[in-house]
């Protein structure tokens, strides 16, 4: 039997969401004492209402996200092989925020963690930033990202995902964005707002992360999971 690790954050009113981005607005809809006079024999129901960035809470880029070009994909194109699959871990964490993640950073990491990363498979971060600074303004702001070369050491591994708890794989303090143009040169997506990463860090496991499938839509808020085989 495998575990099951929730690795989405919680969606809520007030929730922290990258600077920009519509915020998250989670409302009351309809209440159980509203559509109880519709029914006989005591049935009713209540619903709430969302508002959410299509690049919101945790959830997974398009291409067309990334992509001015017009034919890249929406989050509803992309093939659902890209969102599954066999996964690991790597802790990143000593990275300081504001700086570079670089090559040499990801070598060392992948050593540490005693675990192999093949072609295909998907590749998550753990800054701890979610850890750290979940429901504050640091959370928006402290944390590391992926510069040149680090991009490009996962375009190197042949991974055909990646993802980050934190709000972007790159660094808040770059202005050019290098790790999403490396997505958008070689059409790798990645997850941001990721959560606990502390449970599988330095782990195998499976994940799933199927985004919601929105017509045209440039990202898909995503229910991240991990499959950990018990030991
Ligand atoms: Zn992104």
Redesign the pocket.
């Known amino acids: 039997m495998a575990r099951l690790i929730d690795l989405s954050q919680e969606i809520y009113t007030g929730m922290m969401v990258y600077p920009g981005h519509l915020k998250t607005v989670v409302f009351d809809h309809a209440h159980h004492w509203e559509t109880a006079p519709r029914f006989e024999g005591g049935f009713s129901f209540q619903t709430k209402g969302l508002m959410i960035n299509d690049?919101g809470p945790t959830h997974v880029?398009s291409f067309s996200?990334?992509d001015p070009d017009p034919q890249a994909l929406t989050i509803d194109q992309m093939a659902l092989d890209l969102f599954y699959g066999p996964a690991i871990c790597l802790d990143v964490s000593q990275s300081a925020p504001h700086t570079d993640i670089n090559a040499d950073d990801l070598d060392e990491a992948l050593k540490r963690s005693g675990q192999d990363l093949a072609a295909g498979h998907i590749l998550l971060l753990y800054t701890a930033t979610f850890d750290r600074h979940q429901d504050t303004r640091e959370y928006l702001s402290e944390f590391p990202g992926l510069g040149e070369s680090g991009s490009e050491w996962i375009v190197e591994q042949g991974i055909k995902a990646f993802g980050v708890d934190s709000p972007?794989?790159d660094n808040p303090t770059s202005r050019s964005y290098p790790c999403?143009m490396m997505?958008r040169r070689h059409g790798i997506t990645?997850y941001?707002n990721l959560a606990n990463l502390a449970e599988v860090v330095n782990r195998s496991f499976t994940f799933v992360g199927f985004p919601l499938r929105i017509r045209g839509g440039h990202?898909g808020p995503t229910r991240a999971v991990a499959l950990l085989d018990e030991d």
């Open positions: 690049n880029d996200h990334l972007t794989p999403h997505c990645h941001e990202g």
